[in-house]
């Protein structure tokens, strides 16, 4: 059964939906050889039983990277998934504009950039991503690379850049309304990780004024993958070059920027 498109929970209201999730607790834990017994499949009630058994599961069980599952009784994309299979979570692949497909690409071509001399923030292809904000080299630039890849998809295509012109992570994320984008909030997107397509922006807020950015390259459930500057394979907002990465939606404390 596909994923419903949120987070299925204590009182959830579509029988079909608990049907489904009780007869696939039943064969994964094998509930009529515990002591309880089965989940009543024909009981359209997600009541406490049933969600005592998902936390059973989820204390068996771990997410797509090996990870275990939050044991919280509550089914968003990574139990489900677990349960169901991934192949019944949101996959999207293809960004819904062919500007926000440009930047796809754009980014994927500067995969393998990095800073000269090392942890410099410098470099030429890096000088020209912060140039693109009118920011000094030097300075943190994961944000001025998104904005790069935008300005260059954008004159791939003879439109305007519609990305609001910044390096800084949360002026973006603050003022990307008022440039006429849509902001989708990390609680929006953990419920519904189909809200979220390539081409979107992330963004992650690390306190004290700092944050991080990247590009969406593809969805698959609660797992984005992204393409990103001023990284490294660990995912820090401080590395020396783009990367190619994975993240959990959870993760993006701050949300999603859409310009589609």
């Given at each position: 059964?596909?994923?419903?498109?949120?987070?299925?929970?204590?009182?959830?209201?579509?029988?079909?939906?608990?049907?489904?999730?009780?007869?696939?607790?039943?064969?994964?834990?094998?509930?009529?050889?515990?002591?309880?017994?089965?989940?009543?499949?024909?009981?359209?009630?997600?009541?406490?039983?049933?969600?005592?058994?998902?936390?059973?599961?989820?204390?068996?069980?771990?997410?797509?990277?090996?990870?275990?599952?939050?044991?919280?009784?509550?089914?968003?994309?990574?139990?489900?998934?677990?349960?169901?299979?991934?192949?019944?979570?949101?996959?999207?692949?293809?960004?819904?504009t062919p500007l926000l497909q440009k930047v796809v690409e754009v980014a994927a071509s500067q995969l393998g950039v990095r800073e000269k001399p090392k942890n410099s923030n410098k470099g030429a292809e890096v000088v020209a991503y912060l140039h693109s904000t009118g920011t000094a080299p030097g300075n943190p630039w994961c944000c001025a690379f998104t904005y790069w890849c935008f300005g260059e998809a954008a004159k791939a295509l003879g439109v305007a850049n519609p990305m609001l012109q910044t390096a800084h992570c949360l002026t973006h994320w603050n003022g990307a309304k008022q440039q006429?984008?849509?902001?989708?909030?990390?609680?929006?997107?953990?419920?519904?990780?189909?809200?979220?397509?390539?081409?979107?922006?992330?963004?992650?807020?690390?306190g004290g004024g700092s944050g991080h950015t990247g590009v969406v390259e593809r969805v698959a459930g609660e797992f984005i993958h992204t393409i990103e500057g001023n990284t490294d394979g660990s995912g820090t907002r401080e590395g020396g070059g783009v990367y190619r990465l994975r993240r959990k939606i959870d993760t993006i404390n701050k949300g999603f920027i859409d310009y589609a």
């Open positions: 059964m596909k994923y419903p498109g949120r987070v299925v929970r204590l009182g959830e209201a579509d029988p079909k939906v608990v049907k489904a999730v009780k007869a696939q607790l039943n064969k994964a834990l094998h509930l009529a050889q515990e002591a309880g017994g089965a989940l009543d499949e024909a009981n359209p009630n997600f009541g406490v039983t049933t969600e005592q058994a998902v936390k059973l599961f989820q204390s068996r069980n771990v997410d797509a990277l090996r990870q275990p599952l939050r044991q919280d009784g509550e089914i968003g994309a990574l139990t489900w998934a677990a349960l169901f299979g991934e192949a019944n979570v949101p996959v999207a692949e293809q960004a819904g006429g984008a849509q902001r989708v909030h990390k609680s929006d997107a953990v419920a519904n990780p189909a809200l979220v397509k390539p081409g979107m922006l992330f963004i992650i807020d690390h």
